[in-house]
């Protein structure tokens, strides 16, 4: 039971006792509701950093510490203490290993070294109580001088240096002068008074004897009359020179220069102050001391060592922020494709993460751009199962698959694959039978090994040998080349064929092969199979194979005609798509589109100029009435033509971090081009600077760099 239920529990149980009005009950109900739909809530996420502990640290490294951990430096306090050095932190809130939001300031109080001790008024006071009182101030008892005195009693105090309410540092001694009662007056003296007694320092003169009387010794006065006293309250105070970041040895030598003695020497890490240099003194610089007090230092030994951050599988923004946060400069970058870091994000760093460097030095990086491309493998022909295993093994995944008849790729085989591999072609020679032209995408049509030739390389034709009748060699021409040929120049044939000339295979944009007369036969229109008769020596029929078929049947499957001669007739080599004679095409270029609607008997109807993402400008995105629609002849078909792609607004991305400019520009349809780093005085590290696109013109989809 959580403690919502609980709480509604316990007003019921009130309830039944009588101790809460009904109103009050429906009231608590709604709070208790409330409390336990609230968790049910998706709430914003807010990162959490820990606190780092920076008690006792430099403030310098306390502040690199602190922006190291994605948190702020907030208010700084200063403050005395009798024990945490000067310029190192005392306390800090919230405190180490507190969760708190990123960017959270954590407040400081550092230390300004021990408080001054004021010296307490022990003149007249007897010796063991004067005592008593120094080293309860946190002071020591130094010199113990004895001296007469005409009215302090023996025992008691009668000058201490420094003076009472003098501020020195803590520790400093405290000099006295205790009185040992009246000297005895010596008898040539007698008959004299003691006059006006005045105090004054003096260098050499301890503190509580005479430094001159008037009038002199040895003169002569009359009976009866005073002697003045001038009295040594010992040597006067010391201004503490400055010496903080000095060398420790001019540091020294100042002070003793002033009459003081060099104290504790304490050594601290310190971000700007150099190594051997004094980063603070106690008493401060312009303090009033006794001579001879104790000055202690704090000597540098230069900048604390920085902790490499970790920032490995951060984005290189927050990478390069952390980085120059923890006191550090970003190195070389280096981007590299990687197979499960996000592209933007870092792969690996150097100095690697909790290396202790200098502070300053430089963090190289090697940061994603994503999974590396693969190659899409040719399984065009291969069974199903193997093709699914071949394009897994790459890496890939088995997207739609569509199923289609085919006269002759067997059942469960694959026809075509989108994307494309490259396929290769493939033919045997035989019976007056030559070659399968290559497979989709642009490889080339060819004839393996039987038939004297090679398998033809991409957008190459080339000439085969081949024996159809065993006879003399018969120079046979690929009818197809490349997609990339096919469709852009005319295929021919130039062939001599037995007694007689034989055929000039059609050209481009879907053209059916065909032979001249003399073998026998008409040429083939475009989208139609002709007829042919007889055998290509004028003697028995003989099968002969349509190399090409049709465009839209070469850039999908193996192309090929069928038919059977016998009687005269010899096949109809398929139409567009497939297609057989007197079906509507189904065209790619407009200028073959319109051909081969007129060929078709067919005439040309509206045609609509559209943009469009893949289908290239001059080529038909779309046709009405639709591929293999049966329409009457003359019948008009439209047909929707591309532009090309349409433009893209560039997004302006001149400022934002690199990782969201990249999204940006993905977003709109863009692909990021070539990333150059380069320093700029005010844009922050991991932005951009510029790009060669401005930011709101519009541009087909390219690559911004």
Not at 234 to 244: I, K, L, R
Not at 391 to 410: D, E, F, M, R, Y
Not at 597 to 618: D, E, Q
């Amino acid at each position: 039971m959580n403690a919502a239920e609980q709480q509604l529990n316990d007003v019921r149980k009130l309830k039944r006792d009588g101790q809460v009005h009904g109103w009050l009950i429906h009231l608590l109900k709604v709070m208790v509701v409330v409390g336990l739909l609230l968790p049910t809530f998706a709430l914003p996420t807010v990162w959490a950093e820990v606190v780092p502990d920076v008690v006792g640290l430099s403030q310098a490294s306390a502040e690199a510490a602190i922006t190291g951990a994605g948190l702020t430096v907030g208010t700084i306090t200063n403050s005395s203490h009798a024990s945490v050095p000067s310029g190192s932190v005392i306390s800090q809130t919230p405190g180490a290993g507190t969760s708190v939001a990123a960017g959270s300031a954590v407040n400081l109080v550092v230390s300004t070294g021990p408080a001054p001790v004021t010296v307490p008024n022990v003149v007249g006071s007897p010796q063991a109580s004067a005592e008593a009182a120094i080293t309860g101030a946190g002071l020591t008892v130094g010199t113990i001088t004895n001296s007469s005195h005409a009215s302090v009693p023996s025992g008691s105090v009668i000058s201490q240096t420094p003076g009472a309410g003098t501020s020195v540092a803590a520790g400093s001694a405290v000099n006295l002068v205790v009185s040992t009662g009246p000297a005895p007056a010596p008898s040539h003296r007698a008959g004299l008074t003691v006059g006006t007694i005045t105090n004054s320092s003096h260098a050499s003169v301890p503190s509580g004897s005479v430094i001159s009387q008037t009038p002199g010794a040895g003169t002569s006065v009359a009976a009866g009359s005073a002697v003045n006293l001038v009295v040594s309250t010992g040597p006067a105070p010391v201004t503490v020179p400055n010496v903080v970041g000095s060398p420790q040895a001019s540091a020294e030598a100042a002070i003793t220069g002033a009459g003081l003695t060099v104290g504790t020497i304490t050594n601290s890490s310190h971000a700007s102050v150099p190594s051997g240099s004094v980063i603070s003194q106690t008493p401060g610089a312009g303090a009033s001391v006794a001579a001879g007090s104790a000055v202690n230092l704090v000597v540098s030994t230069g900048p604390a060592p920085v902790t490499v951050p970790n920032v490995v599988g951060s984005p290189q923004a927050s990478a390069e922020a952390a980085i120059t946060g923890a006191g550090l400069t970003v190195g070389a970058i280096t981007n590299s494709s990687h197979a499960s870091v996000p592209s933007g994000s870092v792969i690996s760093q150097t100095p690697g993460a909790g290396t202790s460097v200098a502070a300053g030095s430089a963090v190289n990086l090697v940061v994603s751009t994503g999974p590396a491309p693969v190659t899409v493998p040719n399984v065009v022909g291969s069974p199903q199962a193997s093709a699914e295993a071949a394009i897994t093994g790459a890496g890939l995944t088995v997207g739609t698959i569509t199923n289609s008849s085919h006269a002759s790729v067997p059942s469960g085989s694959v026809i075509s694959q989108t994307p494309g591999g490259i396929a290769r072609g493939r033919g045997e020679c035989g019976g007056g039978q030559c070659g399968e032209p290559g497979g989709i995408d642009g490889a080339g049509a060819g004839h393996g090994a039987e038939c004297g030739g090679e398998s033809a390389g991409r957008g190459t034709d080339r000439t085969h040998q081949c024996r159809p009748d065993g006879g003399d060699d018969h120079e046979q021409q690929s009818c197809l080349g490349a997609l990339g040929e096919c469709h852009q120049s005319n295929a021919r044939g130039g062939d001599e064929c037995g007694g007689g000339q034989c055929g000039e295979p059609g050209g481009i944009d879907g053209a059916g092969a065909g032979h001249r007369a003399e073998c026998g036969g008409e040429s083939a229109g475009v989208g139609r199979g002709g007829h042919y008769g007889g055998g290509l020596d004028g003697g028995d029929d003989h099968e002969q194979q349509s190399c090409l078929g049709a465009l839209g049947e070469c850039h999908q499957s193996i192309a090929r005609g069928g038919g059977e001669c016998g009687g005269g007739q010899c096949g109809e080599p398929g139409g567009i798509d497939g297609a057989g004679a007197g079906h509507v095409p189904n065209e790619w270029g407009q200028a073959a589109a319109q051909t081969a609607l007129t060929n078709a008997g067919l005439k040309v109807g509206t045609i609509t100029n559209s943009s469009h993402a893949s289908v290239p400008s001059g080529n038909v995105i779309s046709q009405t009435p639709g591929a293999g629609t049966s329409v009457a002849a003359g019948s008009a078909v439209n047909l929707v033509v591309s532009t090309g792609p349409a433009p893209v607004t560039v997004p302006n991305v001149v400022g934002s971090p690199q990782a969201a400019a990249q999204t940006a520009l993905t977003n709109a349809g863009l692909k990021v081009g070539t990333i150059t780093n380069s320093s700029h005085a005010t844009v922050a590290a991991g932005r951009v600077i510029s790009q060669n696109h401005r930011g709101g013109g519009r541009v087909w989809r390219r690559a911004v760099r």
